[in-house]
């Protein structure tokens, strides 16, 4: 895909991973659009942008709320339509107890959050994207979703390992020019991972991989959305960089 001119979609973007993303992408060229439930937040990444001469339009989103997904949708439409879609928003939810001693509610949030809701936007995204025949979209998984071992918030886990199955499921789809991808990276070294990184006791820090730094994660969405094969999975995990394609 050529990303100079294309509009891309970004969720989360108004700060983490999703600033780094958005800042990518517009650097590629990219009108990027910066959704995030805070519309404060959105905007001052937008703002970041076109300070730099870049393009990018901020919309308040909460993703999980259906009709502020079907209202991003509606806005990209007037921009000429989603090229390219990076389903970055994510989380363990702010519950205090996890799966399975927390409520229903509270767990089954995360996963609406983490897979449902990228779903539902790569859906409502599909019909331009088919339409014009080309389309890009990129899922932000995580680490925990392809490791075997414990985890705190098993919803998350769960959710994250959907999203890289939902991937190669749809690998047909680039017979029809839309390119489904997932990056897979392990603890990004955002601000709050250093400081958790630098809290924990130096014996437990020397048997952890080291932080992926955001710039990396970006640079993989970049190329992913650029020319990533249909059903590929990347991960970026223990300082290497693999790929799965139709496993």
């Known amino acids: 895909m050529e990303l100079t001119g294309a509009v891309a979609v970004v969720t989360a973007g108004g700060g983490g991973l999703g600033a780094h993303l958005v800042h990518a992408l517009a650097r590629e060229g990219c009108h990027v659009v910066v959704a995030d439930r805070d519309a404060d937040a959105a905007a001052r ?50 519950a205090s107890e996890q799966y399975p001693g927390a409520e229903v509610g509270d767990w089954s949030a995360v996963l609406d959050l983490n897979l449902r809701a990228p779903m539902l936007l790569l859906q409502l995204c599909l019909p331009s994207m088919r339409a014009r025949g080309t389309g890009a979209v990129v899922t932000v998984a995580s680490s925990a979703g392809v490791e075997a071992g414990a985890y705190g918030s098993p919803p998350y886990a769960a959710a994250k390992a959907g999203l890289v199955r939902i991937t190669t499921s749809l690998a047909d789809l680039g017979a029809e020019g839309v390119r489904v991808t ?3 990276p392990g603890w990004i070294g955002l601000d709050r991972a250093h400081r958790e990184w630098d809290a924990l006791p130096e014996d437990e820090r020397a048997g952890l991989p080291a ?10 969405v970049v190329a992913l959305a650029r020319d990533g094969a249909g059903g590929r999975v990347v991960t970026l995990l223990d300082g290497e960089r693999r790929e799965v394609l139709h496993p």
């Open 45 to 94: 990444v937008a703002e970041e942008v076109r300070d730099g001469g870049g393009r990018a339009t901020d919309v308040r989103c909460d993703v999980l709320v259906d009709d502020d997904l079907r209202a991003l949708v509606d806005l990209t439409r007037g921009l000429g339509g989603v090229d390219l879609l990076v389903a970055n928003a994510g989380g363990w939810g702010g």
């Open 182 to 184: 997932t990056v897979v």
């Open 211 to 220: 932080l992926v730094p955001p710039s990396l994660v970006a640079a993989e």
